[in-house]
């Protein structure tokens, strides 16, 4: 299982352009192949892959995913207006920073 964390290229230049630290990114989960399940959602409707930048391995991506999502959200970071649950602003890094601070005992 994984929880990953995507987003197109697009997007994070833009924010980089407009002094942005965060951009539009997917945090998803699986519990199969990370990027077979992100290409599967991107297929063929962007003129771009998707950049896949986070992927972590644990054995509960549903409860990791449940509580990032919920973090975000607090944050007002979801983008409520994209297709699906799953679109944020915010970054890899912050994502994984996230995760590091669920994961403290």
């Given at each position: ?52 930048a986070l992927v972590i391995k644990c054995e509960n991506s549903l409860q990791v ?41």
């Open positions: 299982e994984s929880v990953y964390v995507y987003y197109y290229d697009t997007y994070k230049k833009y924010a980089e352009i407009c002094g942005n630290d965060v951009w539009q990114c997917k945090v998803g989960r699986t519990e199969r192949d990370p990027l077979q399940r992100v290409l599967s959602q991107a297929g063929t409707c962007y003129p771009e892959l998707p950049h896949i995913e449940t509580a990032l999502h919920s973090i975000l959200k607090l944050r007002k970071q979801w983008i409520e207006s994209a297709p699906g649950v799953e679109w944020f602003l915010t970054s890899p890094e912050e994502v994984m920073m996230l995760y590091s601070a669920i994961m403290e005992k």
